[in-house]
């Protein structure tokens, strides 16, 4: 059985600092591209940042250097260090994963989707 539970999230002022968890199980995490999307209500899901089986990020170009994707294959964690937030971060962050080692923009790509956690920045 295929879980992706989300941690973490919580609410912080802008500058402050949130650190997302990811644990999943009941897939080879090793060989999946591993993903942090983001919604909020009225908006379309997308991603946050990305990294493949051969450890590349990828960020989306709001992330601005403040955030930082890693995963750990030996606990199958992935995690998101999210770094000078803003108002505008604020919104529920989902964990996924795609297999294979090129990760998708596109949601319908990916297979497995965790929960969520919500994320709120005050000003």
């Known amino acids: 059985q295929v879980q992706l539970v989300e941690s973490g999230g919580g609410s912080v002022q802008a500058g402050g600092s949130l650190r997302l968890s990811c644990a999943a199980s009941?897939?080879?995490?090793?060989?999946?591209?591993m993903a942090w999307f983001r919604q909020v209500p009225g908006k379309e899901r997308e991603r946050v940042a990305a990294?493949?089986?051969?450890?590349?990020?990828y960020y989306a170009n709001f992330v601005e250097g403040r955030f930082t994707i890693s995963k750990d294959n030996a606990k199958n964690t992935l995690d998101l260090l999210m770094n000078s937030l803003k108002p505008e971060d604020s919104a529920t962050y989902y964990c996924?994963?795609?297999?294979?080692?090129?990760?998708?923009?596109?949601?319908?790509?990916?297979?497995?989707w965790g929960q969520g956690t919500q994320v709120t920045v005050s000003s």
């Open positions: 996924a994963a795609k297999n294979g080692p090129f990760c998708s923009v596109t949601t319908p790509d990916y297979s497995y």
């Open positions: 009941g897939f080879t995490f090793s060989r999946y591209c």
């Open positions: 990294i493949n089986n051969f450890l590349d990020r």
